[in-house]
């Protein structure tokens, strides 16, 4: 018996949409890990790494086991400093911002970068967190296109149908590079081919090939030769921790700082995860 019992009508509604999980072999439920895995997205093997470990240990009795604050308070150490200009320069870009969570950098990236008057263009099959960063984008007044899963043709014609109408904003495109449900990879050099065409900027999530494509394992951009405006990617698949970034050209970093509010209104990542992580990245870049 809970404490505080709920209100009876808001009983009811849980008991009813229970009731039809459980009818459509939909239930959820949270059990502690055991037999082989299947299903991590631990690609690396770096997650029990003790270099990663020793790294976090150093970092937390030097720096403490919480951040303190959001970054733009007293968040914002040597450590997270470092991993941005480490992860930067693993993507070829001038920059990089830090984010807590890969949800909560898709979801919270995109309606900053896109608003009234614009409009953004997303994979069919793009991860829950563009489809929930697209809806934020919609509710601040953009205009969201769902072009065909791969189809870089189709999403040509909607972005040139979209420059033929009255709209005078600008237009992002996202799509995931390794789309996670399927394992497929995205077409960058047709996508970048049309963003070129009509003036629209590239958002690539890179969670599932950061670590693992390219020369260097900088992710599917550097596997096809394409250097995208702006890549997402976690820390917490193939690097084996936790967190998120975003890399691209340091005016895109300044207006996220100002602009993205999963940004600004989050505590920052804790120094020994952001420690462990830029041990990651010089291990996967080895």
Same mark, same amino acid.
């Given at each position: 018996?809970?404490?505080? #019992?709920? #209100?009876?009508?808001? =009983?009811?509604?849980?008991?009813?949409?229970?009731?039809?999980?459980?009818?459509?072999?939909?239930?959820?439920?949270?059990?502690?890990?055991?037999?082989?895995?299947? !299903?991590?997205?631990?690609?690396?093997?770096?997650?029990?790494?003790?270099?990663?470990?020793?790294?976090?240990?150093?970092? %937390?009795?030097?720096?403490?086991?919480?951040?303190?604050?959001?970054?733009?308070?007293?968040?914002?150490?040597?450590?997270?400093?470092?991993?941005?200009?480490?992860?930067?320069?693993?993507?070829?870009?001038?920059?990089?911002? @830090?984010?807590?969570?890969?949800?909560?950098?898709?979801?919270? *990236?995109? #309606?900053?970068?896109?608003?009234?008057?614009?409009?953004?263009?997303?994979?069919?099959?793009?991860?829950?967190?563009?489809?929930?960063? !697209?809806?934020?984008?919609?509710?601040?007044?953009?205009? *969201?296109?769902?072009?065909?899963?791969?189809? %870089?043709?189709?999403?040509?014609?909607?972005?040139?149908?979209?420059?033929?109408?009255?709209?005078?904003?600008?237009?992002?495109?996202?799509?995931?590079?390794?789309?996670?449900?399927?394992?497929?990879?995205?077409?960058?050099?047709?996508?970048?081919?049309? !963003?070129?065409?009509?003036?629209? @900027?590239?958002?690539?999530?890179?969670?599932?090939?950061?670590?693992? @494509?390219?020369?260097?394992?900088?992710?599917?951009?550097?596997?096809?030769? *394409?250097?995208?405006?702006?890549?997402?990617?976690?820390?917490?698949?193939?690097?084996?921790?936790?967190?998120?970034?975003?890399?691209?050209?340091? @005016?895109?970093?300044?207006?996220? =700082?100002?602009? !993205?509010?999963?940004?600004?209104?989050?505590?920052?990542?804790?120094?020994?995860?952001?420690?462990?992580?830029?041990?990651?990245?010089?291990?996967?870049?080895?």
């Amino acid at each position: 018996m809970d404490r505080l #019992p709920l #209100p009876q009508l808001w =009983i009811q509604r849980l008991e009813r949409l229970s009731a039809e999980r459980q009818a459509q072999g939909l239930t959820r439920s949270i059990a502690p890990a055991r037999g082989v895995d299947f !299903c991590s997205n631990d690609y690396l093997g770096l997650r029990r790494d003790p270099r990663l470990a020793e790294a976090a240990a150093r970092a %937390a009795r030097d720096l403490g086991s919480g951040a303190g604050g959001a970054r733009l308070l007293r968040g914002t150490t040597p450590v997270h400093d470092a991993l941005e200009e480490a992860l930067a320069a693993w993507k070829g870009q001038a920059s990089a911002l @830090l984010f807590n969570t890969g949800f909560q950098c898709n979801a919270t *990236v995109i #309606p900053a970068l896109a608003g009234a008057g614009d409009a953004v263009f997303s994979d069919r099959l793009n991860h829950a967190s563009i489809v929930d960063g !697209c809806r934020l984008a919609r509710a601040g007044g953009a205009q *969201v296109e769902i072009y065909g899963h791969g189809d %870089a043709a189709d999403l040509d014609r909607r972005l040139a149908s979209w420059r033929a109408g009255t709209a005078r904003g600008l237009a992002l495109v996202v799509s995931d590079t390794v789309f996670s449900m399927d394992g497929d990879a995205a077409d960058l050099p047709a996508l970048m081919a049309a !963003c070129d065409r009509h003036g629209a @900027l590239l958002l690539v999530d890179e969670a599932h090939a950061t670590g693992l @494509l390219g020369a260097s394992g900088a992710g599917l951009g550097e596997a096809q030769g *394409v250097l995208p405006h702006l890549s997402m990617g976690t820390l917490g698949k193939a690097l084996g921790g936790f967190g998120a970034f975003v890399a691209g050209p340091a @005016l895109m970093r300044d207006h996220l =700082i100002n602009a !993205c509010r999963g940004f600004i209104f989050s505590t920052a990542l804790p120094a020994p995860v952001a420690a462990a992580a830029l041990e990651a990245v010089r291990i996967a870049r080895e």
